[in-house]
């Protein structure tokens, strides 16, 4: 009998960090679309963000060196903001090179200039139009996340 080699398609994991629970179901709804190989983790704030990326508070559980694979970070959450989870990210060795791109409403150029300077690897308004939203998922996920 020949033996049949099965491929297993290892899920990539995306941490969201959206405190809107209705932007945040979007972007769950536009990934299921996708319908790629990713596992989304939503994080509703920064500390839970942090918590996720670190392995600690509710998360510390997790394996510390089983990074995300993607970061797609909103700036204005409560409590710990959008920047300093990047500020942070970027000083751990252990995350120094995970992707983060800024998911956002803010069009300041200020935000934009900020990102660039803590570290984000790209920075994009969130569209209004749903269909439009997922399309950007799926270009962040081809550039970001591309399949080998």
Known sequence: ?????VTQVRRKTILLTEDNPDEAELALLGFERI???YQVQVA??????LDFLFATGAHADRHRNLQPNLVLLDLDLPGIDGFEVLRR??????CRNTPVVILTTSDEHSDLLRSYLLGADSYLCKPMDFDCF????EQ????????R
């Not at 009998?1 to 080699?5: E, L």
């Not at 509703?44 to 963000?49: F, H, I, K, L, Q």
């Open 1 to 5: 009998k020949g033996t049949r080699k």
């Open 44 to 49: 509703p704030d920064g500390e839970s963000a």
């Open 89 to 94: 990210l970027r000083q751990n060795p252990r």
């Open 35 to 37: 319908n790629g190989p």
């Open 140 to 147: 962040i996920t081809q550039r970001w996340l591309p399949s």
């Open 134 to 137: 997922t399309d950007l998922l």
